[in-house]
C-alpha cells in the first residue's frame, strides 16, 4: 500500500502543475472552455496511469475518464477506481477540483474495499489517506506533510444539498429546509471533493445528492465517487447511506453505476434514514 500512498503523492504534484500549466490552463479558456477541461482531465487520467504503471502491486485501474478497466500487473492484488480531475468545470472559474480513488484488494465491489484516498487541489494542496484511520497531509515545498488524522462529531452545522431543486421529492426539500431551520449553513460550491472535504474538516454536517425526478438513480458515480467518500466517512467516524442502506454494502453492475448518496456525521444521517424509511 505504502507504493500505491507514493505514487499517488508524485501524481498529485504532476496534476497541480498541469492544472498551472499556461498551455492546458487558462491560455485556452478564452476560445473553449469545454476543449480545455477536456484536454485537462486527460492529461491527469494520463499522469495517474502513468504513475499506476510503475507499481506493482496494482493489477487493474478503472478510470472514470474511460469506458473499461485496464489490467496493469496480472500479478498485482489491488484495484483501483479513480476520478483524475472531479469537477474540472469548476477550474474556469478557479474554485477548488480534486482527484478520488477507491483501493480494493482481488476486485472491484465495497466488500473488497481497503483504503479510499483524495486529493484537494485548492489554495493549497492536501491529500486525504483513510486505510484503519484517516489521515490529512499538506504539500508544502514539494513534499506532502502529515497534519492531522480526522475525526468526525457527532452533530456538524454545514449542509450540502446537490441536486436540481425543482426535482427533489417533497420529503427530501422538506428534510434539508428541516436542517435549515436548525441553524445549518449552506456550504455547496459544486465540487464534490472540496465539499465533503470542507464536511470533514469542520466536524460534520451533511453533504447530499439525492435521486431525483431527471436522476432516479442519483448523479454521482458509484465506483468513482460514492464509495471512496463512504469508506473515507466510514473510517473518520460518520456515516454514508443511499437513503436506505449503507453505501458500503451496496453493488455494482457496471463501472459506471451512479447512486443517490448522504454522507454525513451520525446525527444528520439517522435523520436521512428516518424521513427515508418512512416516505418508502
Ligand atoms: O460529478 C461531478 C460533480 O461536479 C461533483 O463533483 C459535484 O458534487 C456534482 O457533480 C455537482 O453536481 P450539480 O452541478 O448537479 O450540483
Request: contains cysteine; negative net charge.
Amino acid at each position: 500500500m505504502r507504493d500505491i500512498f507514493d505514487a499517488i503523492q508524485k501524481s498529485a504534484k504532476r496534476i497541480k502543475e498541469a492544472i498551472d500549466t499556461k498551455d492546458i490552463g487558462y491560455s485556452q479558456l478564452e476560445n473553449s472552455s469545454g476543449e480545455t477541461q477536456l484536454e485537462l482531465d486527460i492529461k491527469c487520467d494520463m499522469i495517474i496511469e502513468e504513475e499506476f504503471s510503475k507499481v506493482a502491486s496494482i493489477h487493474t485501474v478503472a478510470s472514470e475518464e474511460k469506458e473499461h478497466e485496464e489490467v496493469l500487473h496480472e500479478n498485482g492484488k489491488y484495484f483501483i477506481a479513480y476520478d483524475p480531475l472531479d469537477g474540472s468545470s469548476l477550474i474556469d472559474v478557479n474554485l477548488s477540483v480534486g482527484s478520488i480513488f477507491g483501493i480494493y484488494e482481488g476486485a472491484f465491489g465495497t466488500q473488497k474495499m481497503v483504503a479510499a484516498c483524495y486529493v484537494v487541489y485548492g489554495p493549497r494542496v492536501e491529500m486525504v489517506f483513510s486505510q484503519n484511520k484517516t489521515k490529512l497531509y499538506l504539500l508544502q515545498a514539494g513534499e506532502f506533510e502529515f497534519v492531522k488524522e480526522i475525526r468526525l462529531n457527532e452533530k456538524g452545522k454545514l449542509m450540502a444539498p446537490g441536486g436540481t431543486q425543482q426535482n427533489w421529492k417533497k420529503y427530501h426539500k422538506a428534510m434539508i429546509d428541516g436542517f435549515f431551520a436548525e441553524g445549518y449553513r449552506l456550504r455547496y460550491s459544486g465540487g464534490m471533493v472540496p465539499d465533503l472535504h470542507q464536511i470533514l474538516l469542520k466536524g460534520g454536517g451533511l453533504f447530499s445528492y439525492p435521486a431525483t425526478s431527471d436522476k432516479p438513480e442519483g448523479k454521482l458515480r458509484r465506483l468513482f465517487e460514492v464509495f471512496p467518500f463512504a469508506f473515507v466517512f466510514k473510517t473518520s467516524g460518520g456515516e454514508a447511506v443511499d437513503g436506505k442502506d449503507e453505501i458500503l454494502t451496496l453493488g455494482h453492475a457496471h463501472i459506471h453505476d451512479t447512486s443517490p448518496c448522504f454522507f454525513g456525521s451520525k446525527y444528520e444521517i439517522d435523520r436521512v434514514k428516518e424521513v427515508y424509511a418512512r416516505n418508502a
